[in-house]
């Protein structure tokens, strides 16, 4: 046991899930079907055809799963909305049934003094928004975003404090429009990629803007998958292939949220190819009113990865693997030509799933954001996905608590450096379905007895992560 320092008072430790990965009940109490309910049907799609249709069953047992939460002292539990539970057909009619869940699990939350922290859209269209008008390819797409988020904040905005408009906007853009490994499935889409982000952008930037009105006291941000980057080394070609990366795949983004302005550097080089979104003429004024009253940035992190020099003529393809991310085995290096490649980091170790394990990249991902946008942080994800083994109702996770671990004492090393860190939330609290790798890429703190196949009996099993976890909690952080 390592004795550190004690993180700032109030500090909110937590756990995150998201509504597709861990509810079920994909067509009860009146909810429409979403992008996700459809996409898992088409075949080969995800690890052994696997579905959310019961997930792990979280719609009938949060009581059960926030009861375990209690026990571990959570401070705060992060968990997404499904649009199609509020609005079945994405707009119109709201499905009361859908907001008394939410309420309810909000309710069961705030009754053991846990903070509930709601995410509005965590990758789960309403289908029905697809088929009207191709979802997010449609600018009709800001306005009935909007109206979803607005109906939100005027039913749990006096319970609910911290609220995230988007999980991950660069990851479900980047995956639905370029590589075809989520919905809506297409493949090198650029343009539609570039317009759809400014979309997102602009529901971003409305629902911040509304939130301000509805619930002036609360607090909200979006959450982004950063990966902090490093350059291969002092070669100045590597280092401006770092600034190029980081431009093009993280400030192209966060800039947005947190300045409500596009990076010159991106702006011209996409204007350039004839990339460049549409945009009405309020936008910029919408963006900037947002980003002025944005309250923080979420940032989800889970690995570092590093940029290399990649010549224009014969450098690495564009795509490489990278249409494989999230399955087992990825490891060939991808780039875009005349601008930056992303090598493998010869001094870290990865995960089953290829994924790098870099604690000091949290540090890293923490000082940038302080220091580029002045506000506080949440981190609303980071975790280890495992393959974990039940043994006499036993779960042995010392890989997944020794990484936990080295990334709490990054954090604490963030907060010793003068980052104002607010939120840590744990990916995840019980396993839950990793959407291309099925049930046995585990991330939970507390073990879920199913495997791909229905009909396993759904126990919770605590594992050996989440005693650890909890004195980390009661020490406000000085046990690890
Ligand atoms: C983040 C997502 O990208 O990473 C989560 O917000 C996701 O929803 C998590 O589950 C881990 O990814 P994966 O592919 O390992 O399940």
């Known amino acids: ?54 997930a792990v069953d979280h719609y009938h047992r949060y009581k059960e799963d926030i009861a375990l939460m209690a026990e571990l002292g959570l401070k705060t539990y992060r968990f997404s909305v499904s649009w199609a539970r509020i609005f079945p057909e994405g707009r119109g009619a709201v499905n009361e049934k859908g907001l008394q869940f939410y309420e309810n699990l909000v309710d069961e939350c705030l009754k053991y003094g846990i903070e509930p922290m709601v995410t509005l859209y965590h990758w789960d269209i309403p289908a029905a928004l697809d088929t009207a008008y191709g979802g997010w390819e449609d600018r009709q797409i800001v306005d009935d975003y909007a109206a979803y988020a607005k109906c939100l904040f005027k039913r749990l905005g006096r319970k609910v404090k911290y609220w995230i408009t988007f999980n991950e906007q660069n990851i479900f853009t980047t995956f639905g429009w370029l590589l075809a490994a989520h919905p809506p499935g297409k493949f090198d889409a650029q343009k539609m990629f570039y317009q759809v982000n400014h979309h997102v952008n602009m529901a971003h930037a409305k629902a911040v803007l509304a939130f301000k009105q509805i619930v002036p006291d609360g607090k909200i941000g979006a959450s982004f998958a950063f990966s902090p980057s490093y350059a291969f080394d002092c070669d100045p070609k590597n280092v401006i292939a770092k600034i190029n990366f980081d431009e093009m795949n993280s400030f192209w983004w966060m800039d947005i949220y947190a300045y409500g302005r596009y990076p010159a550097f991106t702006w011209n080089y996409l204007d350039k190819k004839g990339l460049v979104p549409e945009m009405e003429a309020d936008d910029k004024t919408i963006l900037l009113a947002a980003a002025a009253k944005l309250d923080f940035m979420g940032i989800n992190y889970y ?125 995840s609290f019980t396993d839950l379905l990793s959407w291309l790798n099925g049930y046995q890429k585990r991330y939970g703190l507390v073990y879920v007895d199913r495997e791909e196949p229905e009909g396993s009996s759904m126990n919770r099993y605590k594992k050996d992560s989440f005693y650890w976890y909890k004195k980390v909690i009661s020490s406000n952080g000085k046990h690890l």
């Open 1 to 54: 046991i390592m004795e550190m320092i004690e993180m700032p008072k109030n500090f909110l430790w937590g756990c995150a899930s998201a509504a597709y990965q861990v509810e079920g009940a994909y067509q009860e109490d009146g909810k429409g079907l979403t992008n996700w309910d459809q996409f898992v049907r088409i075949k080969d799609k995800t690890f052994k055809d696997t579905t959310g249709d019961v």
């Open 303 to 427: 690995q570092s990865i590093v940029c290399e020099y990649n010549p224009l003529h014969g450098g690495v393809d564009p795509y490489g693997t990278m249409n494989t991310a999230g399955k087992k085995g990825t490891t060939e290096i991808k780039g875009v030509p005349g601008l930056y490649k992303n090598p493998p980091n010869p001094y870290l170790m990865t995960t089953d799933w290829d994924w790098t394990i870099d604690a000091s990249g949290l540090r890293y991902a923490c000082r940038e954001v302080t220091s580029r946008y002045h506000l506080p942080i949440v981190i609303s994800e980071n975790g280890l996905g495992a393959f974990d083994i039940l043994e006499d109702g036993k779960i042995h996770d010392g890989y997944r608590i020794d990484y936990l671990r080295e990334h709490v004492l990054a954090l604490e090393e963030a907060v010793q450096d003068g980052c104002d860190i607010i939120s840590y939330c744990v990916w």
